[in-house]
């Protein structure tokens, strides 16, 4: 008999199928067991009673515990109140794989001793529903570029040079040299770009992140799109209905996850464009009149993101930074020399930082007088200095943190439930 799954139970009403998944949960009522069947794509109430099935078969209900997986014969009926809208009467079962003991129960653990778990603890119903909202995100995104017709060119991940700057790097031995795993995809997407007009890069980065913040990740995904002739404002524009685009489809196709995250579902819903563009110089003026100790020049941290999206119920876009706290790749404001034509997206309920992107320098001798300015070397920025001798034009692009966008949207409180296996400067394992 072929295995049928859950989310397909409501065209198998009373035939007799194979489901095959884990037990989630059990309990027993004397002559009636209940068996709560997860398969990944559902879950389902199955019921074992004295009264259908051969002694033989109600005492293999013995050997059922939390976690162990089994297969099931039996036929789905109809029933309101369950959440599936379905349960299952059991015909004949047995037990695949035992569970003996296993660790995670309903009590309280420490998030320590989850880490330590995340291998099990991703079965958890709230962490699958957060993964499922990953995915549901990842997908919107890759979406949301295909349909506009921009082209998927990936960028390398070990890298001769820096994009974010020298403090994060990784080093890693290659051969008789080192190199850097990657930070961004940016560089190469600015090469692709000068080829395909609009493209966009998918992966993961990395950064030695040595802080230990609930928004940080040593490793964490961006997509990355690049397009060629666009300027700041269209470069915001687009930030916008891709985020827009994402919400909606989170919306639609994960409501039911949210719910399980208790997630404030009317917030989202009633997030619409457009989002308010404030500038750095302005953004410092309403810090220091909500009484934040800020000066200008100052790349403001969680606290001053957090005070600053409080007053809005949408995501914000903060643009023209000072030139100094951005990186060496940011055009300048041609209306003032001192700001970079830098943008970020900022998440409302105090999210902070979900995108960062910007306008990027186009002309050869400013950006190598840069380069040099920055202590990097001329000679392994040769090639990104060849897209500028070479039919340079203005462009620009951002990347979205994959993680930092689900944290929003499913209303996690920390970063590293938002990816399956979280690395940060304390945690390598599992
Ligand atoms: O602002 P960032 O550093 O921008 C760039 O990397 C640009 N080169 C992107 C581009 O223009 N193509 O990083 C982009 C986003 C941040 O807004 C944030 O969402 C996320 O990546 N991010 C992190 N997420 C988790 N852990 C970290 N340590 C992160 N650092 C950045
Ligand atoms: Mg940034």
């Not at 001793?113 to 991703?122: C, D, E, P, Q």
């Not at 940016?186 to 980065?205: D, I, R, S, T, W």
């Not at 964490?220 to 690049?226: D, K, L, M, N, V």
């Not at 409180?413 to 938002?418: G, L, M, P, S, V």
Request: aromatic share 10%.
């Amino acid at each position: 008999m072929k295995r049928v799954w859950l989310e397909d139970i409501a065209k198998h009403e009373g035939k007799e199928i194979k489901l095959v998944g884990w037990v989630f949960n059990k309990r027993s009522s004397g002559k009636i067991k209940f068996l709560l069947v997860r398969d990944g794509s559902g879950v389902v109430q199955c019921i074992l009673s004295k009264f259908d099935v051969s002694e033989e078969i109600f005492n293999k209900y013995q050997d059922v515990s939390i976690e162990c997986s089994v297969e099931i014969i039996g036929v789905p009926r109809k029933e309101e109140r369950s959440l599936s809208g379905y349960e299952l009467d059991i015909k004949d079962f047995n037990v695949i794989g035992k569970s003996e003991e296993y660790p995670i129960g309903k009590k309280e653990h420490g998030v320590d001793f989850l880490l330590n778990n995340r291998h099990l603890w991703l079965r958890s119903t709230k962490q699958r529903a957060i993964l499922k909202i990953r995915h549901e995100v990842i997908r919107a995104a890759r979406d949301f570029f295909n349909n506009l017709g921009f082209i998927n060119v990936d960028a390398p991940i070990f890298t001769p040079n820096a994009c974010e700057g020298t403090t994060t790097l990784f080093e890693v031995d290659y051969f008789d040299n080192k190199a850097f795993l990657s930070q961004s995809g940016q560089l190469y997407n600015e090469a692709a770009v000068m080829a395909h007009g609009k493209v966009y890069c998918f992966g993961p980065v990395f950064r030695a992140e040595k802080s230990k913040t609930r928004r940080h990740l040593t490793e964490f995904w961006q997509i990355e799109p690049e397009i060629a002739y666009i300027n700041i404002d269209e470069n915001m524009q687009l930030q916008e209905d891709m985020t827009l685009f994402i919400l909606k489809r989170v919306l639609e196709n994960r409501e039911q996850e949210l719910k399980v995250l208790e997630r404030d579902i009317d917030f989202l819903k009633a997030i619409k464009g457009p989002f308010p563009r404030v500038k750095y110089d302005d953004a410092v003026k309403i810090l220091k009149d909500l009484g934040e100790e800020v000066e200008w020049g100052d790349d403001f941290g969680a606290p001053q993101e957090t005070k600053l999206t409080e007053q809005y119920k949408t995501p914000i876009f903060l643009h023209r930074f000072p030139a100094k706290i951005k990186p060496f790749y940011m055009q300048r404001d041609p209306e003032d020399e001192r700001l970079s034509l830098g943008v970020d997206m900022l998440a409302p309920e105090g999210y902070g930082e979900i995108i960062g992107g910007g306008q990027r320098m186009e002309d050869p001798i400013a950006l190598r007088e840069k380069i040099k300015e920055e202590g990097l070397s001329e000679d392994d920025f040769k090639w990104f200095l060849d897209l500028r001798e070479y039919g340079t034009v203005p462009h620009g692009g951002f990347g979205l943190g994959i993680e930092r966008c689900v944290a929003w949207i499913t209303g996690t409180q920390h970063i590293r439930e938002c990816i399956p296996f979280p690395r940060t400067i304390y945690r390598l394992e599992p």
